[in-house]
């Protein structure tokens, strides 16, 4: 920094202004002691840094089988919003969400000196280890269900669940069937209350749920046993599928059978993934917003780092990502006797 002080001709509190993007520096001022760090090739220490402000600039993400598009682009939102905000993100990615498993990672970005923790949690076991969280370690979890006395951000997947149940009873269909996500998940049970909720309410048949475990292959198997019952006369016309991979396997399984979408049945995925468009057909989908996602976490994390000692007593918050309707071409009114639409609007169908 002294160096830098030299060639810009300023004082080394002047560059440290510069570098902390303090207001109070004239611009032909800032625009020096740029070219200054530009031409010396100054990189500041951040191990020094650190152990004068006590803060190490770093942020710690526990997530899981990345190689699943939510979990994926959620850890992606995330990195992208702490790099906004002037931070770097170290990532623990586990095999398996166990209790074990989380405070291994959390241990072990502790011992790393993160400034806070976003643990992705979207397993009910995640979040009940999210209980014994650190003393005074500001943390967050992204779904989370409601764990413990830990913020908690997440997409409203009960609302996500209705917009796709609704859509396909105001399209005439009688019920609708659903090819849910794992058990043990929480996305998977809040798109089941969802989906149940309005058939419920609406007063039509509560059908049998269908597990799939998110892969292709599952879905596929799953509309496999869907092709089987229509072949044998069973009224199904309409299908909500947890997510957009298990989607694409079900159309497959309907195409090998010869049953046309959305002729003879409408399916509804849930995500959308950046291929939905291209399935054939280019499939009706419910939108999660991950960016969303990421900058609330940051903005809830960062607000905890700022209250320093008095985290422990800082209140904890609940924020909720509103989901959104994607209409495509996998969907239809249906033709022929038909009980009617359910009662009230939906909001932000473009059908």
């Given amino acids: 920094m002294a160096d830098v002080a030299k ?14 993007d303090h207001p109070n520096v004239r611009a032909e001022t800032r ?5 200054a760090i530009d031409q010396l090739g100054y990189r500041r220490n951040l191990t020094a840094r650190a152990l004068v402000t006590k803060h190490s600039r770093t942020l710690g993400v526990v997530s899981f089988d990345t190689t699943l598009y939510g979990p994926a682009s959620t850890v992606y939102g995330i990195e992208q919003a702490a790099r906004e905000a002037g931070y770097f993100v170290s990532i623990v ?17 502790s011992e790393q000196g993160v400034d806070g923790i976003v643990v992705v949690a979207p ?20 779904e989370g269900g409601h764990a413990g006395d830990v913020s908690v951000v997440c997409v409203d997947q009960v609302e996500g669940a209705r917009l796709a149940t609704r859509h396909l009873l105001d399209l005439g269909h009688e019920t609708v069937w659903h090819i849910s996500g794992p058990a043990d998940w929480l996305e998977a049970e809040g798109r089941v209350e969802g989906w149940r909720e309005v058939l419920t309410a609406a007063g039509r048949p509560v059908p049998e749920v269908l597990t799939g475990d998110w892969s292709p ?7 496999k046993r869907l092709a089987a019952m229509v ?23 309907f195409t090998e059978e010869g049953v ?17 468009e291209f399935f054939s057909p280019p499939l009706t989908t419910i939108r999660q917003d991950f960016g969303a996602v990421g900058r609330r976490c940051i903005e809830v994390l960062l607000r905890q780092i700022d209250a320093g000692d008095a985290a422990d007593s800082y209140e904890r918050e609940r924020h909720v990502v509103p ?29």
């Fill in 31 to 35: 625009i020096r002691v740029l070219q």
């Fill in 231 to 253: 072949e044998a006369g069973t009224n199904v016309t309409a299908i909500f599928v947890a997510n957009d991979q298990m989607a694409l396997g079900a159309l497959r399984a």
């Fill in 260 to 276: 046309k979408i959305p002729g003879r049945i409408s399916v509804v995925g849930f995500d959308d993934i950046p291929e939905s």
């Fill in 217 to 223: 292959r599952s879905g596929y198997e799953a509309g």
């Fill in 7 to 20: 060639v810009a001709g300023v004082s080394h509190q002047t560059v440290s202004r510069v570098l902390n």
């Fill in 93 to 109: 990615s586990l095999r398996t969400i166990d209790r074990t498993g989380v405070h291994e990672a959390i241990g072990y970005l």
């Fill in 123 to 142: 397993q009910r076991s995640a979040a009940q280890a999210l209980e014994d969280l650190p003393t005074g370690m500001p943390a967050v979890a992204v």
């Fill in 323 to 351: 989901p959104r309707f994607v209409a495509r071409a996998s969907t239809k009114p249906i033709t022929g006797p038909i009980a009617g639409p359910i009662a009230g609007p939906v909001d932000g169908l473009g059908v």
